[in-house]
């Protein structure tokens, strides 16, 4: 058996304009979780996109050694013929397919006539489902009937029918809440176990420090050091988040949550929005309530965090408010600035001071075929636009403008938004709705799959925006992150407004302790 199974060597790698990898080198040991992290832009999807052959041989330099012979890989099969399989963070299923179908999709099994061998499928299939801990499904069961959760599994399988030797993992538990993430983890352990080599690339440290052999940092697309996580006997090694940290963004984030820097306008105190017993029910299944008879409030220079467990229905009050842009709205009103307004449109919203940054940055937050300068300019194009047309210089000022006080790295504002990194990507979503100058921003899931160092920049701009007055919601399935950003913060369950802490009477027992109760608050109760 070879000492590493996988070697990288002086891995470089250009686009137009932008060295994304110089000298890149790594190497994971059989049997090894090998994490990689980095701030977003650092390079590591890059890398991995080498790796697994969606960058062929001879568009970057360097050398590919996988299990001690030099790897020319021309495209994806060549690398799964391998048996190196990636799982990317947008998962890659058909909904409307069965777990069957989708397991083997593109990989079929077929008889001698050339037919899909149904029986051999299903029978593979049930053993690949019991391998992953699916054991309530059937392999008939269609990938729209199942959870997030159980869907990253189903691509977990879908990798191991490829015989995978190798897996790679990105950003596994993005989407998934607490008890998915743990059981996807334990199953990293168990693959260790079996032999399998894994490399994880994810931003919670935490989970990192509890699973991965190794970790290896790259910032600006290079190599900064690899780190031991696990000593040889398996105990953990010494290695802490803020050593971690510190090599990803070369510095060190001493203030992850900014001090929060109070309001003193003259409509301090005084409540932006309020919201009224909003019922929304499912568009599919009109019997069901999925936003219950909700009331809360938020004031100008708050910010008002909205915790609950998957299926609480925090996105769904959010997108059903801004415009009524999901389910069937039952009842409820809305008054900004204790004036009743209609909301019954996105366009409506808009006009009324209401801007919603949405958790799907990608399918509804950006064009990503279009540039940084055009995105930042879509929800408010009459502020750049003469005589109905759009003004091309006034557009390029604003987003310049914006480039420069969010930091988002690009060589200039005309580059197509889906080249950039998720970290900048959410700069560009919520300079668009801040250029809009809301007086009520939804920011559902701000800091998903982005690094720390983003995150960090992210908290600044919330605490800024709360500084010049704005009222800001912030949906988030992170607790750390709401009671350190938070004034206070309201938790739903099953649809219903379950409870409302100030940030000095909530920790994280508490919170769940409200988030798993089935009372619905009064109005009263909540003020």
Request: charged letters at 25%; glycine letters at 10%.
């Amino acid at each position: 058996m070879t000492e590493h199974v996988l070697e990288m060597r002086g891995i470089t790698k250009t686009f137009p304009g932008v060295r994304a990898l110089d000298g890149v080198g790594m190497s994971v040991a059989p049997g090894e979780i090998h994490a990689i992290c980095g701030e977003n832009g650092a390079g590591k999807s890059t890398l991995m996109k080498i790796l697994s052959g969606v960058h062929p041989h001879g568009s970057y330099q360097g050398e590919i050694r996988f299990e001690g012979e030099p790897c020319v890989f021309r495209d994806i099969k060549d690398s799964e013929r391998r048996g190196i399989v990636i799982i990317h963070q947008e998962l890659a299923l058909v909904p409307h397919l069965s777990i069957a179908e989708n397991v083997f999709l593109g990989n079929e099994r077929a008889n001698r006539a050339g037919m899909i061998n149904w029986t051999d499928t299903l029978r593979e299939t049930e053993r690949l489902m019991r391998r992953v801990g699916l054991t309530e499904e059937r392999p008939t069961t269609t990938i729209a009937e199942l959870g997030v959760g159980k869907q990253q599994l189903v691509e977990i399988a879908k990798a191991l029918a490829k015989r995978a030797r190798l897996l790679i993992l990105d950003e596994p538990t993005a989407a998934l809440n607490d008890e998915d993430s743990a059981k996807l983890l334990d199953l990293i352990v168990e693959f260790r176990e079996q032999g399998i080599s894994c490399i994880l690339i994810s931003h919670k440290l935490n989970e990192i420090r509890r699973v991965a052999d190794s970790v290896t940092i790259l910032r600006d697309g290079r190599t900064i050091e690899t780190l031991p996580v696990r000593a040889a006997q398996g105990a953990p090694a010494e290695v802490s988040e803020d050593r971690i940290i510190r090599a990803m963004v070369g510095r060190e984030l001493t203030r992850f949550y900014p001090t929060r820097t109070p309001y003193t306008g003259e409509l301090a105190g005084q409540v932006a929005m309020s919201v009224s017993d909003w019922t929304v029910r499912h568009p599919l299944d009109p019997a069901r309530r999925v936003v219950d008879s909700v009331s809360f409030e938020v004031r100008h220079g708050e910010i008002l965090g909205i915790a609950g467990l998957m299926g609480a229905g925090r996105t769904e009050l959010a997108m059903s408010l801004f415009g009524r842009s999901w389910g069937n709205y039952e009842r409820g009103s809305v008054a900004m600035g204790g004036r009743p307004v209609s909301t019954r449109s996105v366009s409506e919203a808009i006009e009324h001071g209401l801007a919603y940054v949405t958790e799907d940055r990608k399918t509804y937050g950006l064009n990503l075929i279009d540039t940084i300068s055009r995105n930042i300019s879509m929800a408010a194009l009459p502020r750049v636009a003469r005589r109905g047309l759009v003004d091309g210089h006034a557009e390029t000022r604003v987003a310049e403008r914006f480039r420069a006080s969010m930091n988002i790295k690009a060589p200039t504002v005309f580059e197509q938004v889906g080249r950039l990194s998720g970290g900048n990507q959410q700069k560009v979503v919520l300079s668009n709705w801040i250029n809009a100058e809301p007086r009520v921003l939804i920011l559902d899931e701000p800091t998903r799959g982005i690094d720390v160092g983003a995150k960090s920049e992210i908290y600044t701009v919330i605490d800024q925006l709360a500084a010049e007055g704005k009222a800001v919601i912030v949906i988030s399935s992170e607790l750390s992150e709401l009671l350190g950003i938070c004034d206070r913060i309201a938790t739903m369950a099953a649809g219903r407004l379950t409870g409302v802490l100030d940030r000095a009477d909530a920790d994280q027992e508490s919170l769940m302790r409200l988030m798993t109760r089935t009372e619905t608050v009064s109005g009263s109760e909540e003020r």
